[in-house]
């Protein structure tokens, strides 16, 4: 029996993304938030989806929204033996730091 390596790694069902959502804050410097995001099929759209709920989120506590200054998708995965695992990371270049 011949398998190959990219078969020995499905998808979680439904396709599901870890994505980390850096902001700064003013009084504790940046923090990292990530979500869990079910039923997309690209890394730009699960970003999206993040981002609308992190912005929910403060809409509903009432607090100003702090600016994003980084971003990381992984897609999440399952093994043959049912372990979960993510991916390598999706990063958008940074902008330029102003000097």
Known sequence: MRVTTDRLSTPVP????L???RFR???TGETWHYFVIDDT???ADAAAAAIRRAAARDR????PAPPI???DVRRLRRSPLGQVYLE???RPPS???AR
Do not use: M, N
Request: aromatic share 4%; proline share 12%; glycine share 8%.
């Open 88 to 90: 390598p990371g999706t």
């Open 60 to 63: 509903a506590a009432a607090d």
């Open 41 to 43: 099929a690209e890394a």
């Open 19 to 21: 994505v980390g959502l």
């Open 69 to 71: 200054t980084d971003l």
């Open 14 to 17: 439904a396709d599901q993304w």
């Open 95 to 97: 902008p330029p730091r």
């Open 25 to 27: 804050a003013t009084r």
